[in-house]
């Protein structure tokens, strides 16, 4: 038995130091957190848990051509993703994909061709490097916005950046809130730190969410606005904190612009305003202006569901200023995957590609496909047919004759049974990488630890070989990766722990300083001359709340402990079409636990079954996400800052099962 230590490379909060154990037949055994990493110390979440399970199970093990015509929606073939291929050798596969490649760009341009990636697995010689080939034909990119870019895009409009705490912060703190950031599912390693600070020294958690979540129930106090009416909470905090005399004047002096602009717009919220547009009461408005005023310094959590709606961009801004009145310098976390220098632009090619290449919204991407405009789509480490937005009207484009799909993939999936080509991929156990974290700043790198699964072959290899194909030239598609990485980090790291990092010892990244904003006028500028560019409001601004409406509802969805995204299902099992509902609005549409329903509105629709469940409140229903389906009904229209996805303002109705039937 052998032992090896890794990095889980999925999208996540915490970036997790894993034990890997190898038997003697070269099989993993088993994946459990490293005690010995500083932030995640050694706690295992149930997906790295079940990793040595998933690495082999349902995996694409070797090159497949597709044989028979893609299944139509609905059609009982599209439940088994590998059906409808012939198994082919890396030659002839990539042969055609060249073929069909050159054949696009000749006919068509290179624009015509769409390189569509994200989340699966971070790693920078996974995600990253492999990009430079598509940089190098001038292929259309995706804006990357289905995540956190609008509240990025938010934070970066009045501090420059959208760096914040470092997660080994949360042990001085006087109060840790958690706002629209289901902590205890999606990040139990910030999680546990809040815990043991609150064990230690006695620090009040709060949550801000609009259902009681897993994190609110573990909560000290639990503050519960409308989905989408955080702007409004925000001001309203903020001005009861002027008034209380709890703002730092002096630091507002010194540091920030814009502050009068924010105390006037801040004062137009009152109780009771805020009590009418958020739902949320004058006590409960006056217990959070408390705990904000009475401990210090407070570390203000902003989770990535709360930017995922109409307005999302605006929630993150506002709730931002809250720690910034109280004269903090960011004292908030969102990501911190700008809080060093790395040369993304060097790692991806972008800045080293003779051709710029067009960007394309990814929230809007169904309609743009659907259009026809892509006659060459090239999926890599992402499983769009169930997480993108109009996943209906998406998989039905991926379906067109006129669209040759390729998907290189780890496993079979909902997007593998709409591609014409599918190359199987290495999981992250299977290849080399460097994985850079959103949250805290230690970076190891992850080795090898078994051989490829299956004829599974890197991400990177697979590019190099269809520019040679292609026969493109530039010398940086043939470039030592790790060179490459060495470059582009060079102002990330201490000058000479390059080497120590190579060979497998924790390094830690260098931070940015919390008190330097690289704004245009170098301080916090509350009224934001970026947003006024860009032709937003200087000021974030609350959107008015849909009225409530006889039998719609609005959706919210959000990650859950077994899942990551879609990934897990081949070992828990589906993720179950449900969605939690509140008892008045059960009796009022006649519905019982368990009945099926279902969902509507002019995106889509899908069947769910029926959780009745006081944790929403009356009009609002919760599901997790992405069940298969469930995308179908989310809107494609980009929010208007950042262009992110606005999931939790997705309204539904509510149809009772045996009224579509009759
Ligand atoms: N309804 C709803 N939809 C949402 C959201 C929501 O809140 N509600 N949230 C959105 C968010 S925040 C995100 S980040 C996206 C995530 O969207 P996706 O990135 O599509 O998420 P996954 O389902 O994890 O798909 C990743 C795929 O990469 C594959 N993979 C894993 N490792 C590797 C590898 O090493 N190489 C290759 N080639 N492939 C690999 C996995 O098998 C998996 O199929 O979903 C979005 N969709
Ligand atoms: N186990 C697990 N962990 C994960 C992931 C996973 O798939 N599984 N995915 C990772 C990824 S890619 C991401 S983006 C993160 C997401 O993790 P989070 O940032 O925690 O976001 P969500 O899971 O969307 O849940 C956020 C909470 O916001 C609440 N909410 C929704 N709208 C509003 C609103 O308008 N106001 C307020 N105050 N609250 C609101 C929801 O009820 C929900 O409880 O998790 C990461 N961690
Ligand atoms: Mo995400």
Redesign the pocket.
């Known amino acids: 038995m052998r032992q090896f230590i890794t990095v889980c490379p ?5 970036t997790c130091s894993l034990l890997v154990r190898v038997n003697d037949a070269g099989r993993v055994v088993s994946v459990r957190g490293d005690p010995d990493h500083p932030t995640t110390r050694g706690l295992t ?3 790295a848990a079940a990793d040595h399970l998933r690495l082999y199970a349902n995996r694409v093990v070797a090159p497949a051509i597709r044989v028979l015509d893609k299944a139509p929606a609905g059609a009982r073939e599209a439940s088994d993703p590998s059906a409808g291929f012939a198994t082919e050798s890396w030659d002839e596969a990539l042969d055609l994909v060249a073929r069909r490649l050159r054949e696009t760009i000749d006919t068509h341009g290179p624009e015509a061709v769409l390189y569509l990636s994200y ?1 699966g697995n971070t790693g920078l010689l996974t995600l990253e490097v492999p990009q430079r080939l598509w940089y190098a034909l001038g292929a259309t990119q995706t804006d990357g916005a289905l ?2 870019k609008s509240g990025s895009l938010g934070l970066t409009m009045h501090y420059g950046a959208r760096y914040g705490l470092r997660p080994e912060q949360l042990a001085d703190a006087g109060l840790i809130v ?6 205890s ?4 390693h910030l999680w546990a730190l809040a815990r043991q600070a609150r064990r230690d020294r006695g620090t009040p958690i709060v949550v ?4 009681r ?4 129930d573990s909560a000290d106090l639990w ?8 702007v409004a ?1 925000a001001y309203g905090l903020i001005h009861q904190l002027f008034e209380m005399g709890a703002a730092d004047l002096p630091f507002l002096n010194r540091w920030a612009l814009g502050v009068d602009a924010l105390r006037a717009e801040a004062s137009r919220w009152t109780r009771p305003r805020v009590e009418q547009v958020a739902g949320v009461t004058q006590r409960q408005l006056t217990r959070l202006a408390e705990a904000y005023s009475s401990h210090s310094p407070s570390a203000t959590m ?5 930017q ?2 109409n307005g ?1 961009a605006d ?1 993150v801004r506002a709730v931002s200023f809250i720690p910034t009145v109280l004269g903090e310098h960011r004292g908030f976390y969102y990501s911190n995957g700008d809080s060093c220098s790395i040369d993304h632009g060097l790692l991806s090619g972008q800045s080293l590609a003779e051709k710029s290449s067009s960007v394309v919204s990814q929230v809007a991407l169904a309609e743009l496909l659907n259009d026809g405009r892509f006659k060459f789509v090239y999926i890599c480490g992402m499983n769009p047919a169930a997480t993108l937005t109009n996943a209906g009207t998406f998989a039905s484009s991926l379906r067109r004759r006129d669209t040759f799909v390729v998907v290189h993939e780890t496993h079979w999936t909902a997007t593998t049974a709409l591609a014409d080509v599918v190359l199987p991929a290495p999981s992250y156990l299977e290849k080399e990488d460097l994985v850079v974290p959103w949250s805290h700043n230690h970076l190891q790198v992850s080795p090898q630890v078994v051989a490829p699964v299956g004829d599974s072959r890197g991400e990177l290899w697979a590019m190099r070989e269809l520019a040679r194909r292609l026969g493109l030239t530039s010398s940086w598609l043939y470039d030592d990766p790790w060179e490459a990485v060495r470059v582009a980090l060079t102002g990330a790291l201490e000058p000479d722990c390059w080497e120590s990092l190579r060979s497998g010892q924790r390094q830690r990244l260098r931070d940015r300083p919390p008190d330097v904003y690289p704004t245009p006028s170098g301080k916090i500028e509350f009224d934001s001359g970026l947003a006024r560019q860009m032709g937003a409001e200087p000021l974030p601004v609350q959107r008015t709340l849909q009225e409530p409406e006889s039998g719609w509802f609005t959706l ?10 879609t ?1 897990f299902q081949e070992v828990h099992g589906a993720i179950p079409a449900v969605v939690q509902i509140h008892p008045a609005d059960a009796s009022r549409l006649g519905l019982s636990q368990g009945d099926e329903t279902v969902l509507l509105n002019d995106v889509g629709q899908a069947v769910v079954s029926v959780s009745i469940s006081e944790a929403v409140p009356e009009g609002v229903l ?1 599901s997790p ?2 069940w298969s389906g469930q995308n179908s009904l989310m809107s494609s229209l980009p929010q208007e800052t950042g262009g992110g996805p606005r ?3 997705t309204r539904v109705q509510v149809i009772p099962r045996r009224q579509v039937n009759t």
Request: charged share 20%; net charge positive; aromatic share 10%.
């Open positions: 999925r999208d996540c909060y915490d979440c149930p997906r989340s995540c956190s958690f706002w629209g950031f289901n902590a599912v999606s990040s139990m801000v969410d609009a259902r979540s897993e994190t609110a503050i519960q606005p409308r989905p989408g009416s955080d909470l902003i989770g990535i569901g709360l995922k709606c999302g929630q919210l969805s959000s990650a859950t402990r077994k899942y990551t995204h990934q919760w996400r992405q999931f939790n303002s």
